[in-house]
């Protein structure tokens, strides 16, 4: 089932602006992740932000988390045309297997973002 | 570079055909996986191996077998697939669990069912 879910699904915006992305989720998480994909290509870890956090900087993202509302944002400041991506949130949840219980990540849909030149 | 290298990065079968996805890594992660990622779906995890050991993942179809014969290397080996197998397929590692931990994909594969 899909735990977490971005909005909006698709953002055009220009560039030197901010792009604003936000995750909302179901259930209770100890984690929360952003990852961003270029078309086509591989996932690359942006940011991990754990549940007792309630914001996050790493150079131009900020995440910030709001359990209570089962929420989090991603803002990408002064954007670039190479930030043109999509942009993924991933909760942790615990899974049950024959053998074992494990965590694993469940990804939403994700938000395409273009910045434009 | 992620340190995760997935081979080949396109792959055209038929439906009768036999093939096998490779990847590796040299991160010295103690958990590999495999994703499928298909157009306007969530990524969908297919199979997790931990210390070289799999945990089930039963929604998977049997068409699909995984192999990891260390902790370096994953396999996934594909017979008599269908056309909506057709998908971007992507291998992970993590140190930890991925829950808790970044996880580093490779860049893909992709597959095509014809």
């Known amino acids: 089932s899909q735990q977490g879910e971005e909005d909006p699904q698709a953002l055009s915006i220009q560039e030197g602006e901010n792009a604003t992305m936000n995750c909302s989720y179901k259930t209770s998480i100890n984690n929360l992740q952003w990852y961003r994909q270029n078309s086509g290509r591989g996932l690359v870890h942006l940011i991990l932000?754990?549940?007792?956090?309630r914001e996050k900087h790493s150079g131009r993202l900020r995440v910030t988390l709001d359990t209570s509302k089962k929420s989090s944002s991603l803002l990408i400041t002064a954007s670039r045309a190479a930030d043109t991506a999509s942009y993924f949130c991933?909760?942790?949840?615990?899974?049950?297997?024959?053998?074992?219980?494990?965590?694993?990540?469940?990804f939403g849909p994700g938000t395409s973002l273009s910045v434009i030149p | 570079e992620t340190g995760v290298t997935q081979t080949p990065r396109h792959l055209v079968m038929g439906m009768t055909n036999k093939k096998s996805l490779k990847c590796e890594q040299h991160?010295?992660?103690?958990?590999m996986y495999w994703y499928k990622q298909s157009a306007k779906k969530p990524l969908e995890l297919m199979f997790v191996?931990?210390?070289?050991?799999?945990?089930e993942n039963n929604s998977v179809p049997s068409r699909f077998s995984p192999e990891c014969p260390n902790s370096s290397h994953l396999f996934l080996h594909l017979h008599t697939l269908q056309p909506e197998d057709s998908a971007l397929y992507l291998c992970?590692?993590?140190?930890?669990?991925?829950?808790?931990?970044?996880?580093?994909f490779g860049q893909g594969t992709r597959l095509t069912v014809v």
């Open positions: 991160l010295g992660h103690n958990a």
């Open positions: 932000i754990r549940s007792n956090e």
């Open positions: 992970a590692s993590s140190q930890d669990s991925p829950g808790r931990s970044e996880a580093f």
């Open positions: 991933a909760t942790d949840a615990l899974a049950l297997s024959m053998k074992t219980s494990y965590d694993k990540v469940i």
């Open positions: 191996y931990s210390l070289e050991e799999r945990v």
